[in-house]
């Protein structure tokens, strides 16, 4: 009893209400209730709606529309692009004679008849039945009905019975021309030769280099400014795939002793023609420039070491056409 008193008045302290305040609450929980009973109670009531009556007048409007609507497919039927041809009657004929309106006036249509033209214009005419059954599309029926009037043979005489003539001539002769061919026979014993100073038609004479390849590798010597090996050749881009090829170059061509390729002008060439040269292209020139400009002409090859971007090997492709 000691402890209940002190907890009953702290609780009553803290959680208990004024009679004031009792009164206020339920005040206010009657406007609560007010306020959710007033939407049933102000709300009007709505006519009960009858289905039936407009189900009556819509059934009546939909068969006066029927009614009034001429009966119609729901697909209309496909014109044919293609004239009706009239029908005759089955009589003997020549099919190396009809046309497409022809066969078609014997109960073909106009695809299968257009088929039959073709194949007849195709094998140089008909010359037995077989032949007209052997069409592609022409169906067992179709045939067996149109049989009986053709006019030709049941089946293609023997082949003994025709002389056999060939498409191709006879080298019966040794005075016979043979029509020269457009390519030029390669020669088997050739001799090598310089390639700074060989032309597209002397480097066509390789086995395996062509037209384009030769002139490929004319273009890449003008604007290298000469080969100082024949290996070098490996380096166009068609031929990093083709072994072969770079070994022939090797075998039919040589580079001069003593040669000495045309000069890279490194301190007086602007960027447009330093970066035509193929060791350099449009990064290493812009860089060269650059470098140039800032401190002064090069005076010497291993200048271009001072350039952190030029590695060893393209100095060391470079070091030829350097000239001070």
Not at 47 to 65: G, I, K
Request: overall charge positive; glycine content about 6%.
């Amino acid at each position: 009893m000691l402890f209940i008193t002190p907890l009953r008045r702290a609780v009553r302290r803290h959680f208990g209400f004024s009679r004031t305040e009792t009164n206020g609450f339920a005040v206010l929980l009657l406007l609560l209730l007010a306020l959710l009973a007033a939407p049933l109670l102000l709300r009007p009531a709505l006519p009960r709606y009858h289905s039936a009556q407009d189900r009556r007048a819509l059934n009546q409007l939909t068969a006066e529309l029927a009614a009034q609507r001429p009966a119609a497919r729901r697909y209309p039927p496909r014109q044919s692009r293609y004239p009706a041809v009239p029908q005759v009657a089955l009589a003997p004929f020549d099919p190396n004679t009809l046309d497409e309106a022809g066969w078609q006036a014997r109960g073909l249509p106009h695809f299968l008849a257009r088929r039959l033209v073709r194949y007849r214009e195709v094998i140089g005419g008909f010359r037995a039945k077989e032949q007209v059954r052997k069409a592609y599309g022409l169906s067992p029926e179709q045939y067996a009905r149109l049989a009986p009037y053709l006019q030709l043979p049941e089946t293609l005489p023997a082949r003994s019975d025709q002389p056999y003539t060939s498409r191709y001539p006879r080298r019966d002769s040794a005075r016979r021309e043979w029509p020269k061919s457009r390519f030029v026979s390669k020669p088997r014993n050739l001799q090598p030769f310089d390639l700074n100073v060989a032309d597209t038609t002397q480097l066509m004479q390789i086995r395996g280099v062509g037209r384009r390849l030769a002139a490929r590798l004319v273009d890449y010597r003008e604007r290298l400014g000469g080969f100082t090996s024949p290996g070098q050749a490996a380096e166009i881009y068609v031929l990093r795939d083709a072994p072969d090829l770079v070994d022939s170059l090797r075998k039919y061509t040589f580079v001069r002793a003593g040669y000495q390729p045309a000069p890279l002008n490194v301190n007086g060439g602007a960027f447009e023609e330093l970066c035509q040269h193929p060791y350099l292209g449009k990064r290493l020139a812009r860089v060269l420039v650059a470098y140039r400009a800032q401190h002064g002409p090069f005076r010497e090859p291993a200048d271009l070491r001072q350039i952190r971007i030029i590695d060893d090997e393209t100095y060391q492709k470079l070091l030829p056409y350097l000239r001070f």
